[in-house]
């Protein structure tokens, strides 16, 4: 009998995949629970999802009936590709999402009844956020973010993370690592805490904001999700 051994990855990428795609199964769940509670009927609605990504998000939109315009820096990139497994090409749009390479800080969001900014806001730096925030304001949002927290264990142990209270917002200054998930050109962003959220919000004159169910962890702390300007439960 004939024994080899095949040499394999010798350490898994990071982020390690069950970990990636747990965390993000939960977040897809989350949003698809969002879509029912505040729009149980897509109707002839327009969603654009910003720094869309791999696009689930946006395709989980357009299963729903609704009209889904994805927007992001990068080609589509597939989870593949992310976790560095199969072949680094993009994929393909699903024909039911019109896919749009673009820069979201200048993307022009008028017409749109919903703008989703899922997992994008803390690759930005403070000013952009409050643009977007500003520039959005009248328009339901859906914001997923990091939210800093200097006292949790994980944020404070994470080397990328620098706390900073920057225009009176406190949060957290994030190096950013130039892979898939991450910023187009700026090195740093900027992670708010909590309440430096709510009151970027109400300078930006948003006109309601919801934390939508409880923060949920990441591998640097909490995210949240929160609806700002949509419908009020
Ligand atoms: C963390 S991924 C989020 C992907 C997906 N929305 C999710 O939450 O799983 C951030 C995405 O935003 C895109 N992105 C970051 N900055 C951007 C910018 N200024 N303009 C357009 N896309 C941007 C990145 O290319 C990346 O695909």
Same mark, same amino acid.
């Given at each position: 009998?004939?024994?080899?051994?095949?040499?394999?990855?010798?350490?898994?990428?990071?982020?390690?995949?069950?970990?990636?795609?747990?965390?993000?199964?939960?977040?897809?769940?989350?949003?698809?629970?969002?879509?029912?509670?505040?729009?149980?009927?897509?109707?002839?609605?327009?969603?654009?999802?910003?720094?869309?990504?791999?696009?689930?998000?946006?395709?989980?939109a357009a299963r729903r009936g609704f009209s889904v315009t994805a927007v992001d820096a990068?080609?589509?990139?597939?989870?593949?590709?992310?976790?560095?497994?199969?072949?680094?090409?993009?994929?393909?749009?699903?024909?039911?999402?019109?896919?749009?390479?673009?820069?979201? =800080?200048?993307?022009?969001? +008028? $017409?749109?009844?919903? *703008?989703? &900014?899922? !997992?994008?806001? /803390?690759?930005?730096?403070?000013?952009?956020?409050?643009?977007?925030?500003?520039?959005?304001?009248?328009?339901?949002?859906?914001?997923?973010?990091?939210?800093?927290?200097?006292?949790?264990?994980?944020?404070?142990?994470?080397?990328?993370?620098?706390?900073?209270?920057?225009?009176?917002?406190?949060?957290?200054?994030?190096?950013?690592?130039?892979?898939?998930?991450?910023?187009?050109?700026?090195?740093?962003?900027?992670?708010?805490?909590?309440?430096?959220?709510? =009151?970027?919000?109400?300078? +930006? $004159?948003?006109?309601? *904001?919801? &934390?939508? !169910?409880?923060? /949920?962890?990441?591998?640097?702390?909490?995210?949240?999700?929160?609806?700002?300007?949509?419908?009020?439960?």
């Amino acid at each position: 009998m004939r024994i080899a051994a095949l040499a394999g990855p010798t350490r898994p990428t990071a982020p390690r995949p069950h970990e990636a795609l747990a965390a993000l199964a939960h977040r897809l769940q989350a949003f698809q629970f969002l879509l029912d509670r505040f729009w149980p009927e897509p109707g002839s609605r327009r969603i654009v999802d910003l720094g869309a990504g791999h696009g689930l998000f946006a395709q989980i939109a357009a299963r729903r009936g609704f009209s889904v315009t994805a927007v992001d820096a990068r080609p589509q990139w597939t989870l593949a590709d992310a976790l560095s497994i199969g072949r680094k090409q993009p994929s393909r749009a699903r024909p039911e999402v019109a896919w749009i390479e673009g820069d979201v =800080r200048s993307f022009d969001t +008028a $017409g749109f009844d919903v *703008v989703l &900014a899922i !997992g994008l806001t /803390y690759h930005l730096p403070l000013q952009a956020q409050r643009d977007f925030l500003r520039r959005t304001a009248g328009q339901a949002t859906v914001i997923d973010t990091e939210i800093y927290d200097p006292s949790d264990p994980d944020a404070a142990a994470c080397e990328r993370l620098r706390p900073v209270v920057l225009d009176g917002y406190d949060g957290a200054l994030c190096r950013e690592t130039g892979d898939l998930w991450s910023s187009i050109d700026n090195e740093e962003s900027f992670w708010p805490s909590h309440d430096a959220m709510l =009151r970027m919000c109400a300078g +930006a $004159g948003r006109a309601s *904001v919801i &934390a939508v !169910g409880a923060p /949920y962890r990441s591998r640097f702390g909490w995210r949240q999700w929160y609806v700002l300007d949509g419908p009020l439960p």
